[in-house]
């Protein structure tokens, strides 16, 4: 879990240590920069990791938009052209939006 590299990678900058000399933190020097100057507030912390899930959930969900409208334009220009070969139909493409924010 990214949290507990962090956490992990602070513990070892207390120490006087560097968190890259070992094996234990893996994650970019930004986050450590991050939360360094917050890393007594436990809530503050996690709340910036659930602030930072509900965003990336937002943008994968507006790719799926984008992706479902350009796909129903590509399927209505290839119906007007050649209606007997569709790969996709406008059914198909109904529920990805609710597919993706299930998953």
Known sequence: ML???????L???NL??????GDA??????????F???QDFVFLTRLIYVLADLIIGIMLLDIV????RRMKTIVAIDQKNQPQDR???HLTLDHLPELTAFL
């Open 3 to 9: 949290i507990d590299s962090v956490t992990e990678g």
């Open 11 to 13: 513990f070892l900058m």
């Open 16 to 21: 006087g240590q560097s968190p890259y000399a």
């Open 25 to 34: 933190y893996h994650q970019a020097p930004l986050l450590i920069a991050l």
């Open 36 to 38: 360094y100057p917050i």
């Open 65 to 68: 938009f984008l992706w479902q």
């Open 87 to 89: 790969l996709y139909t």
